[in-house]
């Protein structure tokens, strides 16, 4: 027998006491653990997971008049004025962890493919950035995947672990290319005339078919032996030669398959511009352009008259799966001339590696070396020194409101539409959770005002009792801890019967927004996040609010003087 | 089957010096003990009688130091109660005094074996679960309960309750045991066999007893009988006890 098994005795006697005080906590606590979840799993599951905590973009200021809005000021250039130099300077800022430009593609592409998902090619006008690898070497680092990894290939030429990727060779470290013919090449032939007469001979077998023809210059250093090939595109090179080989024509036909047209990597294809095996150019996509496409586009576009149903997808389904760019031509134009020089236009091959919250939300997202380099090619020397944005990563959270601070003040740059949302959305989380958080309190108010109620009648009912516990030899404290003890055991029931409450609402609401809503985009597989500190922090919240309650009623049963309680007992 | 005598037997002795205690309600004022001065020899048997109002409870109160208004002297052994602090008080209660009410005070909702352990759980010098338990089942075979320790006192007679109560008061082997009208809710033969009960334990331990009682058959099993009448001591004879 101790003190504790006489409170246990006391909670007993009077269960409807007991069940009738903890009902208010039950209900107040329910409410405090299952809003602060809330709040806490949407800024996690869903507002965190888009922006990244400590990590920031900055973009150049915009003036704004009306609908018109210009970079930079009012006046002065219409640069970004974002260059290696301040991002060299930025690193070197306390607090930073790391500085990493971003370039976007500034010159018209188109997209093809996507026949092995939606059942047919889809073309697009292709938006594209460029990212440093190290922004995302966390999630996209060179794995056991190998050629999925997010690197750019062509300077990234070190062999790893004595391979190289798209079937090179590893020669002192370095990778040398596997060269190889382009697909598209059909013909060599010793002089241009001859080229030309192999280009008409082409023309008139595709009649009215639209095939791209083109002479290529090769020179001396060729790897098919004679300076120039025919490339048609179109339909495959052996039909093509069938075609041909009907006609007497000069040179030869390019031989189709084996080493010294193909590539031995599966995965790699033949890049026409270093006319050696490459791999697919790695791209980044977002998943809220996917979940965009779930939740909106895909639903949109199966509703409608005459289209085909357009599947669902997943990030699983999509990773690996290849398309073509033609850089330098676009729906609204093409680029034709650079730097007083001609540009055509050409084929690329990319990849989907991966996906990231840093990709840009519609569009393609690959290493930044490819961007300046496309950029230099298809916009002139300069095109690749500027960058759009900047995303900065802290050492800490704490340091990032001082970084923020220094970038506008000292470079002229703001930030990112996007993070500022990102700061008014969880300003607004902060305070809706904060709105029903005093709500739980006002609950628990009333609860620790009922608990009060409830026990002063309950010392009211032991007076006598109380009075043969001091005369038995129980101190004022001793009496005090009893009715504090009864107390703490609602908020130990209390918490518990609260927690089972909120779980089950909580797989409720998770349950029924699934079914609701199966289509809003971001939806996370539960909205309620539970910290590690929330089950102390509710079951301290609970223990406060009874202690509260009960704090009068022990103080007076405390202070009872046993001879009174004796004798208003009689 | 005998209680051991207590160590304390000898520390019984009660020495009371110009004790008061006035009510104020109203604006009226009460003298329930106006100038009480008395001792008690250790192992007596004394009842303390008197009409209602006299004092009788007020000065029993005084004496187990439940009541903190009072003003004069309470000494017990070598102990004076009324300097002591609430906690010390607290302390020398569970440890040196015993109670006995009229209505019995036993805890409803605790088992007589648990209302016998109630007082352990307050004293500082206690023995391990195990010795308790066997004094409690000693003293409850002592009043006549037996092996119904489980039950509760609802289940039980006034008579035995009240025996339980003595059980009670009895576990930490007090020096003085404080009675209440011990017999005043029995019927006559219950209360003899209550007041036989206290009268054996008193001889074999030692134990003082200070028992207030109306009833004249009560205090004529006493040694001695104190009346008070408005406060203050009216009569203090020996009465020599009857078997």
Redesign the interface.
């Known amino acids: 027998?101790?003190?504790a098994s006489?409170v246990v005795?006391?909670i007993?006697?009077q269960p409807r006491n007991f069940f009738f005080s903890a009902t208010g906590i039950v209900l107040g606590i329910a409410a405090f653990v299952f809003f602060i979840a809330l709040g806490y799993g949407v800024k996690r599951n869903i507002l965190d997971r888009i922006f990244v905590v400590n990590q920031v973009e900055f973009v150049p200021r915009t003036v704004s008049f009306g609908a018109f809005q210009r970079q930079g000021g009012l006046f002065g250039d219409s640069g970004t004025g974002i260059d290696d130099y301040m991002v060299d300077e930025l690193r070197d800022f306390p607090g930073v962890e790391a500085v990493f430009p971003r370039q976007q593609l500034s010159f018209p592409a188109l997209a093809m493919g996507g026949d092995s998902v939606f059942g047919e090619s889809m073309v697009t006008e292709l938006l594209a950035d460029g990212i440093p690898a190290a922004l995302v070497a966390e999630s996209f680092g060179r794995g056991a995947s190998g050629d999925l990894a997010f690197v750019d290939w062509r300077t990234d030429t070190a062999c790893h672990e004595g391979r190289c990727p798209a079937g090179g060779r590893c020669v002192s470290g370095q990778c040398e290319a596997q060269t190889c013919v382009p697909a598209d090449e059909v013909w060599a032939c010793a002089t241009r005339s001859d080229a030309a007469e192999v280009m008409r001979a082409a023309y008139n077998a595709a009649g009215r078919r639209r095939w791209r023809i083109s002479i290529r210059e090769l020179g001396d250093d060729s790897t098919v032996g004679e300076p120039f090939v025919v490339a048609v595109s179109g339909p495959s090179r052996a039909q093509i030669q069938r075609l041909l080989r009907a006609r007497e024509l000069p040179g030869r036909p390019l031989a189709d398959g084996g080493p010294e047209s193909g590539c031995t990597d599966e995965a790699a294809w033949c890049d026409p511009s270093t006319r050696s095996c490459a791999l697919p150019v790695p791209v980044l996509a977002s998943p809220t352009m996917l979940e965009l496409y779930n939740g909106n586009f895909q639903s949109m576009m199966s509703g409608m008259a005459g289209s085909s149903r357009m599947p669902r997808l997943t990030e699983d389904a999509l990773i690996g799966l290849g398309f073509e760019s033609v850089l330098g031509r676009g729906y609204l134009g093409e680029a034709t001339t650079v730097d007083d020089g001609d540009v055509a236009p050409r084929e690329i091959k990319l990849r989907i590696v991966g996906f990231s919250d840093v990709a840009m939300p519609i569009g393609a997202t690959i290493p930044l070396g490819y961007i300046q380099r496309w950029n230099v090619e298809y916009g002139g020397r300069g095109a690749g020194d500027e960058y759009h944005s900047l995303m900065i990563r802290s050492e800490d959270s704490q340091s990032l409101n001082r970084i923020i601070e220094h970038v506008q003040d000292e470079y002229g740059l703001e930030l990112h539409p996007r993070y500022k949302q990102a700061q008014r959305a969880g300003s607004m989380i902060t305070l809706v959770t904060g709105v029903f958080v005093l709500l739980s309190i006002t609950i628990l108010l009333l609860s620790a005002l009922n608990i009060m109620h409830t026990f002063l009648m309950v010392v009211a009912q032991r007076r006598?009792?109380i009075?043969?516990?001091?005369?038995?030899?129980?101190?004022?404290?001793?009496v005090y801890l009893l009715i504090l003890g009864e107390a703490l055991a609602i908020a130990v029931v209390g918490t518990v019967a609260a927690l089972g409450l909120s779980i089950g609402a909580m797989a409720l609401v998770d349950t029924l927004t699934q079914k609701q809503m199966p289509h809003v985009p971001f939806l996370p597989e539960s909205l309620f996040a539970f910290p590690d500190w929330l089950l102390p922090a509710a079951f301290a919240v609970a223990a406060l609010f009874c202690l509260l309650g009960a704090w009068l009623p022990a103080l007076r049963a405390a202070q009872m003087?046993?001879?009174e309680a004796?004798?208003d007992g009689? | 089957m005998s209680v051991r005598p207590a160590k304390a037997s000898n520390n019984g002795g009660i020495s009371v010096r110009d004790l008061r205690r006035v009510y104020r309600a109203d604006g009226v004022e009460t003298r329930a003990l106006d100038g009480v001065t008395l001792h008690i020899e250790s192992g007596e048997f004394v009842a303390i009688t008197g009409p209602s109002g006299s004092g009788k409870t007020t000065l029993l109160h005084a004496l187990g130091g439940l009541d903190r208004h009072i003003q004069g002297s309470v000494r017990i052994g070598d102990s004076e109660l009324t300097g002591l602090s609430d906690r010390a008080l607290a302390r020398y209660r569970a440890e040196q005094l015993g109670f006995v009410f009229q209505s019995f005070n036993l805890l409803p909702h605790l088992s007589i074996m648990e209302n016998l352990l109630v007082p352990t759980v307050f004293a500082q010098r206690s023995a391990g679960r195990d010795a308790l338990q066997s004094r409690a089942t000693e003293l409850l075979r002592r009043v006549g309960i037996g092996d119904r320790h489980h039950m509760r006192p609802g289940r039980f007679s006034g008579g035995q309750q009240q025996r339980v109560a003595i059980a009670r008061a009895l576990m930490m082997r007090p020096t003085v045991v404080l009675c209440d009208e011990p017999t005043g809710s029995l019927d006559i033969d219950n209360g003899n066999g209550v007041l036989s009960l206290m009268r054996d334990i008193n001889r074999e331990a030692g134990t003082t007893f200070v028992i207030v009682t109306h009833e004249a058959h009560v205090v004529d099993q006493t040694d001695r009988s104190i009346r008070l009448v408005d406060g203050r001591i009216d009569e203090d004879r020996t009465t020599g006890g009857t078997e």
């Open positions: 027998m101790n003190v006489l005795r006391n007993r006697r006598r009792e009075g043969v516990l001091r005369a038995l030899g129980a101190t004022r404290g001793v003087d046993p001879a004796f004798r009689a």
